[in-house]
């Protein structure tokens, strides 16, 4: 897509049909899944997308919320599940593809980490544990200060 | 088949009881643009989508809106723990605390019950997606106005985080409205309804 002075759009635009028939409600499509914030930076605000960053009054998270073994686990689930919405309306991409099966990768491995020493994220996690752990606290509704 | 992920999508660790924001926050509970409504919009209108980009981003989306109703029940049941009767009286929740006690109810920050007059399954492909995009932006509209009404930062790192995530759905529905119309009838996509018609 070219914009008027010729160059192509940046990541904060995306494309449109150059002829749009009447009477549908337009879009446009996001070009690519590049540019990408860090798992860390994309859990933070709520994107994994810059050109979709649009915070209200330019407020944005400041406090980093994956310095933990379970900060890990949320920020790579968020990354791979930004990719799987993306890649729902561009099944096509092979790129995005084959970077959501990379991130997949490392979100088993921290999982696994994870589950190893705090207990089951999901109940077939309980392989690996010793007794039925599944029911112990804390249950992700309630209050833990930073780093417990 | 659902399974549970015994973790939130984001962290929520509220530091400071506070009712007085519980009483407004609910509403992204149960109120007409909150989570509970989101979640069951998009996973009732799936079964009517024919095509597969379209089933596979409202079952991916309902989901994460499963687990937005997790994380705004989790700041409601932050922000009212160990609360006394003298907080109660204080924010003005007693009509919510008489019926409810400290117990998370899906009801709109007015007091009106959850109800499915507030969503659409019309099973029709563009009328859906149409309500879809309207949906995200009421309920980011809503996270507006608590950014507006709250000054805890705890709980605003939170609804500024759904919030984002109702611009990027918002925008994945355009993005699913326009593949739809795609595979439609280029001179007429109304000629017929291919969640009906075949």
């Given amino acids: 897509m070219e914009t008027k002075s010729g160059g192509r759009c940046d990541h904060r635009n995306g494309v449109l049909p150059s002829c749009a028939p009447l009477a549908r409600a337009y879009v446009p499509m996001q070009q690519s899944s590049a540019p990408q914030y860090d798992a860390s930076d994309a859990l933070k605000r709520g994107t994994l997308f810059p050109g979709l960053d649009l915070p209200f009054m330019n407020m944005v998270n400041m406090e980093d919320v994956s310095g933990t073994p379970l900060g890990e686990v949320m920020a790579l689930c968020f990354v791979s599940h930004e990719l799987q919405l993306y890649l729902d309306t561009h099944p096509k991409d092979t790129e995005a593809f084959e970077l959501m099966k990379s991130v997949l990768n490392l979100t088993a491995e921290a999982k696994r980490r994870y589950v190893a020493k705090y207990g089951p994220l999901r109940p077939d996690d309980m392989l690996c544990s010793e007794s039925f752990d599944w029911i112990d606290d804390p249950w992700p509704w309630m209050y833990r200060q930073r780093g417990e | ?198």
């Fill in chain 2, 1 to 198: 088949m659902f399974v549970y992920e015994k973790r939130l999508q984001y962290p929520v660790r509220i530091k400071n009881t506070n009712p007085a924001l519980a009483k407004f926050i609910i509403s992204q509970y149960g109120g007409p643009d909150g989570e509970l409504g989101a979640s069951l919009r998009y996973l009732s209108q799936r079964y009517a989508m024919p095509y597969p980009e379209l089933r596979g981003l409202l079952t991916d989306i309902g989901t994460e809106e499963l687990g937005h109703l997790e994380m705004v029940a989790t700041i409601i049941q932050q922000l009212t723990r160990n609360m006394t009767v003298e907080e109660v009286k204080a924010a003005g929740l007693e009509t919510y605390f008489v019926d409810h006690t400290a117990g998370v109810y899906p009801q709109f920050a007015s007091g009106t019950p959850w109800t499915a007059a507030t969503i659409a399954v019309k099973g029709d492909v563009i009328t859906d997606l149409t309500e879809d995009m309207g949906a995200e932006q009421k309920a980011r509209t809503t996270y507006d106005n608590i950014l507006r009404l709250s000054d805890d930062p705890d709980v605003n790192n939170v609804i500024r985080f759904l919030r984002e995530r109702e611009v990027v759905h918002f925008q994945r529905f355009g993005e699913a409205l326009q593949l739809a119309t795609e595979k439609m009838d280029q001179k007429n996509v109304y000629v017929i309804n291919p969640a009906f018609d075949r």
